[in-house]
């Protein structure tokens, strides 16, 4: 490693604490990227190397790094207001932006309260679901049902709601307790059931804790058709119109977490689209600004916003706030995405782009340690096994995920797994070529894994 990046690094360790890391790892072989510059769905280290994005800098990007267009509508914003509190006052860019917010999601949804990033996004909807439940005589309302392998952010509602144990197993004497239903996610489908059979069967078990517990229930969460954080595991769209069918029938809430699945990474502009559904709250992040600006927003229907508005003396307002709610550059950010995402030829385009990474994952569909590839439009994941036919896990300890994230690296890809799902989620911009790339290394960091634990191969 060049002098430059070795620099940096050494700074990095000294002062800095990354995100979801064990510090320790950066010692132990696991590099550090010095970013210094990004363009399309590259990034470009202090040195000139180059490593394709293909995870969207966590999921975040959509028309990649340094847009011009998104790089100018900034601009433009930043020479008239940097910011402003959006208590007591407004903004065209957040009043612009929330219109065309309702105007693209499902129906029904006719307000929008600003956070500054996913969890508190999250963290807002579980508030609202339960006091418009204590505004319309239901204080009882008090718990939550969430599925099974469900990721809804680290802050301590949002992790309450979530199901990863990595990220939440220390936190559990802190946390509130959901009512935890099995995931409909189709790895777990016998052989032969289609995606649409297994998470229907699944439903099942939805309906008996609505019927148990709807009287106590505020709100049913989840992320729709992709389970991100949790592995990239995948469900059917007729669990979401069962999902619908019966909130509606036990008074329960939908909070539809499409933090990572919105702006068009399944394939329509927002997952639930898929199963026509309208869900109660929808909450949304990330991709909302192009990944350029941290902003987040929940939108909810007319009938919850009514649950609030009344005289201040009957105090039932939701005196909830972030310092940075819809910040203007991030709120402009979002309009210029919105208007990429709502040319013509990108939605065409991500279909294309979605085939070509099929057609370059399909040789890796028979690699013997790989258990399945599954996608969900532009959401390509697949599971690193010991053994193919009975879909054995390698042990979680020997990190073969990680042995490929560096081999991969090494290659000049960014790939990131979680665990031993290795997984592509690329910028929408990534062309053919950069896709037959990310195929040819990703076969390679397979066998390599496959031959090595992290802890032998250094
Ligand atoms: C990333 C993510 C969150 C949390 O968003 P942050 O902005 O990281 O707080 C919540 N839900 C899902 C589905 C996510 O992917």
């Not at 969430?146 to 949002?158: M, V």
């Not at 049913?220 to 619908?244: K, S, T, W």
């Not at 073969?400 to 960014?414: D, F, Q, T």
């Amino acid at each position: 490693m060049s002098d430059r990046n070795r620099e940096l690094i050494q700074r990095d360790l000294a002062v800095l604490w990354h995100p979801t890391t064990q510090m320790k790892d950066h010692e132990d072989g696991v590099p550090l990227i010095p970013v210094a510059s990004g363009r399309g769905a590259w990034l470009q280290d202090q040195e000139g190397g180059w490593y394709l994005d293909a995870i969207s800098s966590w999921w975040v990007n959509l028309f990649g790094h340094c847009n011009p267009t998104i790089n100018e509508a900034i601009r433009t914003q930043l020479e008239r207001l940097e910011h402003v509190i959006l208590a007591g006052c407004s903004h065209e860019p957040a009043v612009t932006l929330a219109e065309r917010l309702v105007s693209l999601a499902p129906s029904g949804l006719e307000r929008v309260f600003f956070t500054d990033n996913g969890s508190s996004s999250i963290e807002v909807a579980l508030k609202m679901s339960h006091h418009f439940w204590r505004n319309t005589g239901h204080p009882e309302k008090t718990r939550y049902i969430n599925l099974s392998n469900s990721y809804h952010g680290d802050t301590i509602g949002a992790l309450s709601v979530g199901d990863v144990g990595v990220f939440k197993d220390a936190y559990e004497p802190l946390l509130m307790e959901p009512i935890t239903v099995p995931s409909p996610d189709c790895f777990h489908r016998e052989p032969g059931q289609s995606w649409a059979e297994h998470s229907e069967s699944m439903f099942a078990h939805m309906e008996a804790a609505l019927e148990e517990h709807a009287h106590e229930t505020a709100a049913v969460i989840l992320e729709p058709l992709v389970q991100g954080a949790g592995g990239m595991r995948m469900y059917d769209p007729i669990y979401l119109q069962r999902l619908r069918e019966a909130c509606d029938r036990h008074g329960v809430h939908i909070i539809a977490d499409e933090i990572a699945t919105g702006f068009g990474r399944t394939g329509s502009l927002f997952a639930c689209e898929q199963a026509g559904i309208s869900p109660d709250f929808l909450c949304v992040s990330k991709g909302i600004t192009g990944g350029y600006l941290p902003l987040a927003a929940v939108l909810l229907t007319e009938r919850t916003y009514q649950a609030f508005y009344d005289d201040f003396t009957r105090l039932t307002g939701f005196l909830h706030s972030h310092s940075y709610t819809g910040n203007p550059l991030a709120c402009a950010a979002a309009l210029a995405t919105l208007d990429l995402l709502a040319e013509p030829e990108t939605m065409t385009r991500n279909q294309e782009t979605a085939r070509l990474m099929a057609e370059a994952a399909a040789p890796l569909a028979k690699h013997p340690n790989i258990g399945e590839v599954r996608q969900t439009g532009m959401i390509l994941a697949m599971e690193l096994v010991q053994d193919r036919e009975r879909c054995t896990p390698f042990p979680w300890h020997e990190r073969r995920g990680l042995s490929a994230y560096r081999h991969a690296l090494k290659r000049g890809v960014l790939m990131r797994p979680i665990g031993n799902v290795l997984y592509w989620m690329p910028p929408y911009v990534i062309d053919a070529e950069e896709i037959r790339l990310l195929g040819e290394v990703t076969a390679e960091a397979v066998d390599v894994a496959a031959q090595t634990p992290w802890n032998r191969s250094r």
